[in-house]
């Protein structure tokens, strides 16, 4: 055990004998992200560095608190990308923080989501043990996959420490449509794509000066990009100019994401052949993204009820994604409540991985 994870482990096991609430930071990008920020800081930027990368295996294996911007620098020397394109939030992104946030950008609906790409995980419990599960290739996991379960759990497990990624080559074409549709006709069309073989590799419906907007993007081979193009018809845009447009979408950088008043940034995930959602006036889906799985909306923190009743109906979540400028209270529920059942099981995965309850109090769900 080198000296950045035994010093780790120490803190973990001095605060497990002590009851004392620690609070797992990497570069801090996500802070905004959860329902609670409690304890003491265990800051894992000591933990970095990439541990191994075997290009022609595709799989990568980095500590957690190296810097995603690192790591994705390192995979494009080679051609080569974390496909669910995560989002950073910040300079200060690193690997551990990606992956306990389960956070995936516009490609997710394609490429799939960022548990889909841990072969295996290293982490440290509330007992203050070192553990591993998974490996580094896909076919690897008997019994519970663990290394997957850590993915989204925001650190109310332990400590993610190291992991291992399968990473894909950078498609060799893409291009980007866009299209002058109000958000019904544009539902209805990426659902008509979504039958039919094309390259679609993400979606992003909005309002641009008053009018419909969606815009789609293509990746794969050079064939099936031109021949969508041609068969799809819309507007192509500059290369250039689209990717800026969807990292800005990704990193939620757009004019849609400021956040003005009492409005709060809320995520509805529904199913995605789900059409208009009826909501309240003032609640808007004003951005839609994943072929129409994923809806923002802008709305006051007490819209709770109503935008989780819409989602309900059609069987979907809303998550309070980020706050109103200033408000630090965080009094309303930030996720979604759980059925009985997986409650149960959530607070059983707590117990067994953190009984003492020192990891992250209360940052997913109150009583977790």
């Known amino acids: ?86 989002p950073h939030f910040g300079i200060g992104a690193t690997v551990g923080g990606m992956v306990a946030a389960g956070l995936a950008g516009p490609a997710r609906p394609a490429a799939g989501a960022v548990r889909d790409y841990v072969l295996g995980a290293q982490m440290v419990n509330g007992k203050a043990e070192v553990l591993s599960f998974g490996g580094q290739v896909m076919k690897n996991v008997a019994g519970y996959d663990v290394s997957r379960l850590l993915t989204g759990s925001l650190g109310t497990l332990g400590l993610i420490t190291e992991v291992s990624l399968k990473v894909l ?38 309002l641009e000066q008053g009018r419909g907007c969606l815009r789609v993007r293509l990746r794969g081979a050079m064939a099936a990009v031109q021949a969508a193009c041609k068969s799809m018809g819309g507007e192509r845009r500059d290369d250039d100019a689209a990717a800026g447009a969807w990292n800005a979408l990704r990193e939620q950088t757009l004019p849609f994401f400021k956040l003005e008043g009492d409005r709060c940034l809320w995520r509805l995930s529904v199913p995605d052949a789900t059409g208009v959602l009826k909501l309240n006036p003032g609640e808007d889906a004003g951005l839609i993204e994943w072929g129409g799985a994923l809806r923002w909306v802008k709305a006051p923190a007490h819209a709770a009820a109503s935008l989780r009743a819409a989602v309900d109906a059609v069987g979907g979540t809303a998550t309070l994604f980020r706050y109103a400028v200033g408000d630090t209270a965080r009094q309303q529920a930030v996720f979604h409540a759980l059925a009985a059942p997986l409650h149960r099981i959530h607070r059983a995965l707590k117990q067994q991985f953190d009984p003492a309850a020192i990891f992250n109090r209360a940052r997913m769900y109150a009583d977790l």
């Open 169 to 206: 080559p950078v498609a060799t074409a893409q291009a980007t449509l866009v299209f002058e549709l109000d958000q019904a006709i544009a539902l209805q069309q990426l659902n008509a794509w979504a039958g039919r073989p094309l390259p679609l590799n993400a979606s992003c419906w909005g």
């Open 1 to 86: 055990m080198d000296r950045a994870l035994s010093h780790l482990v120490e803190q973990i096991r001095a605060a497990t004998a002590d009851a004392t609430a620690l609070r797992i930071r990497g570069g801090g990008s996500k802070d905004f992200y959860g329902q609670s920020l409690q304890g003491e800081i265990l800051d894992t930027r000591a933990l970095n560095g990439i541990v191994s990368y075997e290009p022609s295996e595709l799989v990568v294996t980095a500590r957690a608190g190296t810097a995603l911007a690192e790591l994705e620098a390192v995979l494009a020397g080679q051609s080569q990308h974390l496909a669910f394109e995560p």
